[in-house]
């Protein structure tokens, strides 16, 4: 069974830093295209950054360009999103996913994207 666990949110002071981590179960996550993806309360989920496994490339929004990195580690098969000079504004439920096998470019389109992780809340607060 394919599974998605994210991990490593909680409360930040405002220009603070988290890693989040999304790690495979059941499956390789190297052949897969991982995005990451937030939803606050009351807003639509949007895409925050993704990462194919064709070439990896890296995408990002653009409110959260210069202060997230995306990464994999194979080795733990596991995706990391690290964020830097958090704001209150990137409060919100952080999730991982993956895009079907095959389909090695990724987007920020979360309509495209199969095998969700439960979720990690980040709280951004002073």
């Known amino acids: 069974q394919l599974q998605l666990v994210e991990s490593g949110g909680g409360l930040v002071q405002p220009g603070g830093s988290l890693r989040l981590s999304c790690a495979a179960s059941g499956f390789t996550l190297d052949y897969y295209a991982i995005g990451w993806f937030r939803q606050a309360p009351g807003k639509e989920r949007e895409g925050v950054s993704c990462?194919?496994?064709?070439?990896?490339?890296?995408y990002y929004a653009d409110s959260v360009k210069g202060r997230f990195t995306i990464s994999r580690d194979n080795a733990k098969n596991t995706v990391y999103l690290q964020m830097n000079s958090l704001k209150p504004e990137d409060t919100a439920v952080y999730y991982c996913?993956?895009?079907?096998?095959?389909?090695?470019?990724?987007?920020?389109?979360?309509?495209?994207?199969?095998?969700w992780g439960q979720g990690t809340q980040v709280t951004v607060s002073s």
């Open positions: 996913a993956a895009r079907p096998y095959g389909f090695t470019q990724c987007v920020l389109d979360s309509r495209t994207y199969h095998n």
């Open positions: 990462v194919s496994s064709s070439d990896g490339s890296t």
